[in-house]
């Protein structure tokens, strides 16, 4: 596919100033059969009303690496309110950036009205608003295809395709980093980071998931902008960070987010955890993200509530270290502990409570799995977290935390039939329970006149 590019570049002179690099029909690899049925008829009906409309972004990008694309987006000059008026089934969503929801047949298309810069002269409390330190608060102004390219955040997300005429609109020089394999932010970048410092994530992201190197400039000026994420709300960032895991990249993400020191503004206390690493955090966390991406490649489903037990687990067990000094039973002290790192990370990384319920319930097991003795084991294993519980044992297993032994019984547990369970859980020893010493009542004492 990168040969085919490196031809495109050959046979066209480059473009004007201000100018698109047009890569006409026959000359690029892409064919309107390769867009979704519900895309194509976005951008025709949009056309027959007399608006420009392009297939755009990441589904172009996708196409040119000859990869599927997820979803098709596109963008045009018509505005929020007359995409909704020309489709019967839309509907405006998004109040810092507006965008309509278009539905054909079963499919949702994402279409964006241009965009324009945020010049003094365009500036309007309603539709432009920027926060003390620079970040866009609202972005809606509206502009010119031209604008809406330079507005774009990486070179290779600000490619137009337009399936009628089959030509492949290139503004910002995104197919020559295409073919270099460069993740390069249009503009200035610490500006850019500045205005929405998820661009950050999204470089990391693109990153991983591509196989793409981060342009020298465009990875310099995260080392000084890493910090403005923090201001970004915490119910955004747990959108961003499962876009960021669950993607197949979760393990080559996960190293270049604590390279760039992203990793420590999203989970503080875990990133702390790792620095002064017991010995098996490290490792625990990788494994965990080793498994997930071979889960999701293969097409095996994944619950976020497991993903974040993974990995706030290192920042649970520094936790617990602290509780257990005060001399409570093992699940208080894991209660406290989890109750306290799950609040602290939900004011960072606002995980909603269906996650977190059964995250802790994965915890707690870790305590409860190493009870087989008589019937214990039977209703264990008929808790609905029983699964994620012992998938969770075995990765401490794996990592080193805990000596290999109990996932193996459990295993074969699962595999026994009922006869062969029940000699395995009389096998298994009770643990003695401490007795508890009996307080002598005091004698009571003799009035001193008898």
């Known amino acids: 596919m990168l040969k085919k590019l490196s031809k495109i570049f050959r046979r066209n002179n480059p473009p004007a100033a201000d100018e698109p690099h047009i890569i006409s029909s026959g000359r690029h690899p892409l064919s309107p059969k390769q867009i979704s049925n519900g895309a194509r008829k976005v951008v025709e009906q949009l056309s027959s009303d007399g608006y420009e409309?392009?297939?755009?972004?990441?589904?172009?990008?996708?196409?040119?690496?000859?990869?599927?694309?997820?979803?098709?987006?596109?963008?045009?000059?018509?505005?929020?309110?007359?995409?909704?008026?020309?489709?019967?089934?839309?509907r405006i969503v998004g109040r810092r950036f507006q965008i309509v929801h278009v539905r054909m047949g079963s499919e949702i298309i994402e279409v964006t009205t241009f965009r324009a810069h945020h010049t003094n002269e365009k500036k309007n409390h309603n539709d432009s608003r920027q926060s003390a330190k620079g970040m866009l608060l609202r972005d809606n102004i509206f502009g010119s295809i031209n604008e809406d390219a330079?507005?774009?955040?990486?070179?290779?997300?600000?490619?137009?395709?337009?399936?009628?005429?089959?030509?492949?609109?290139?503004?910002?020089?995104?197919?020559?980093?295409?073919?270099?394999?460069?993740?390069?932010?249009?503009?200035?970048?610490?500006?850019?980071?500045?205005?929405?410092?998820?661009?950050?994530?999204?470089?990391?992201?693109?990153?991983?998931?591509?196989?793409?190197?981060?342009?020298?400039?465009?990875?310099?000026?995260?080392?000084?902008?890493?910090?403005?994420?923090?201001?970004?709300?915490?119910?955004?960032?747990?959108?961003?960070?499962?876009?960021?895991?669950?993607?197949?990249?979760?393990?080559?993400?996960?190293?270049?987010?604590?390279?760039?020191?992203l990793f420590g503004i999203l989970f503080p206390a875990t990133e702390e955890a790792l620095t002064n690493d017991s010995g098996y955090y490290q490792a625990f966390v990788e494994i965990a993200l080793t498994n997930t991406d071979k889960r999701i490649r293969s097409g095996k489903r994944v619950t976020p509530a497991f993903l974040f037990a993974a990995l706030l687990w290192p920042a649970l067990k520094e936790?617990?270290?602290?509780?257990?000094?005060?001399?409570?039973?093992?699940?208080?002290?894991l209660q406290q502990a989890a109750g306290e790192v799950t609040a602290r990370q939900c004011q960072r990384v606002a995980i909603p409570r269906r996650f977190t319920m059964p995250m802790k319930e994965i915890w707690e097991l870790q305590l409860r799995l190493p009870r087989r003795a008589g019937s214990q084991a039977f209703r264990l294993l008929e808790n609905k977290r029983f699964r994620a519980g012992y998938d969770f044992l075995l990765l401490r297993e794996d990592a080193g935390e805990i000596q290999p032994g109990l996932g193996d019984w459990w295993t074969d547990f699962q595999d026994a039939d009922e006869s062969k369970r029940e000699s395995m859980a009389s096998a298994v020893q009770q643990p003695a329970k401490k007795r508890r010493r009996r307080r002598k009542k005091p004698t009571p004492k003799k009035p001193a006149n008898e």
Do not use: W
Request: with cysteine; glycine share 6%; hydrophobic share 40%.
């Open 150 to 261: 330079s507005r774009r955040d990486f070179t290779m997300n600000a490619l137009y395709y337009h399936p009628q005429d089959n030509s492949v609109y290139d503004y910002a020089n995104g197919l020559a980093d295409i073919e270099q394999r460069l993740i390069h932010i249009i503009g200035n970048p610490s500006d850019r980071y500045r205005e929405d410092p998820v661009r950050m994530l999204r470089a990391i992201r693109f990153a991983a998931k591509l196989g793409f190197k981060i342009e020298a400039n465009t990875a310099t000026a995260i080392t000084g902008a890493h910090k403005l994420l923090a201001d970004i709300p915490p119910a955004r960032l747990f959108d961003e960070v499962l876009k960021l895991l669950m993607h197949g990249q979760a393990l080559a993400t996960f190293h270049l987010l604590r390279e760039y020191q």
């Open 53 to 90: 409309a392009y297939l755009v972004g990441g589904c172009v990008r996708d196409l040119m690496l000859g990869l599927k694309p997820k979803d098709f987006d596109v963008a045009t000059d018509a505005t929020p309110e007359q995409i909704n008026q020309l489709f019967r089934r839309s």
């Open 319 to 333: 936790r617990e270290k602290q509780f257990g000094q005060s001399g409570g039973s093992p699940i208080y002290t």
